[in-house]
């Protein structure tokens, strides 16, 4: 049985932000990080630790995009509670002119943005123990909807699973069988 700690992405591979920084700051953070990143590793934009360096949640790049125009993620959470189709959340985000205009201002908004309004803070569902099976924290991703799972030893995050994690591993696997 493979276990996540042996296909999960370390701490020294994730960029890691002060939760007290901008987007902006966080945006250079991890552009200096995914220089050094091997091309096929995924995770979180980065890992957000508080003034201790505990490891406070986590920012997603879909986050990081929403947090640069509040309009955009009020009007796909109306959207989709409404029950509209991706066709028609398209057509009214191109009349509202967001798809056009969200990004003006870019380096304005992101000095203005904290990294506290846009992070995830990881519940019970985001997080698995390294010693389960990489089957067992995919069946959790898929389960809960989320692409990534923070691995913990104890009370301390050591990583991050991620289901490109799980489904490289099974790529491997399949490619070496002999039929």
Do not use: H, W
């Amino acid at each position: 049985m493979v276990r996540v700690k042996e296909l999960m992405t370390g701490l020294s591979e994730i960029p890691i932000v002060d939760e007290n920084a901008t987007l902006f700051e966080a945006v250079l953070e991890i552009g200096l990080a995914r220089t050094k990143m091997s091309a096929g590793m995924r995770s979180p934009a980065a890992l957000v630790v508080d003034g201790g360096k505990r490891v406070s949640g986590f920012l997603e790049f879909k986050n990081m995009l929403m947090g640069l125009d509040a309009g955009f993620e009020e009007l796909i959470q109306s959207a989709r509670q409404s029950g509209l189709s991706p066709d028609r959340v398209r057509s009214e985000l191109q009349k509202s002119g967001l798809l056009q205009d969200a990004l003006d201002g870019l380096c304005q908004k992101a000095g203005e943005t904290s990294i506290k309004s846009v992070m995830t803070i990881p519940g019970q569902d985001r997080t698995t123990d390294g010693d389960v099976s990489i089957s067992e924290a995919a069946y959790r991703m898929v389960e809960s909807g989320q692409d990534y799972l923070l691995v913990l030893e104890g009370n301390v995050v050591e990583g991050i699973i991620s289901l490109s994690d799980v489904m490289g591993y099974i790529c491997d696997t399949v490619r070496a069988c002999r039929l």
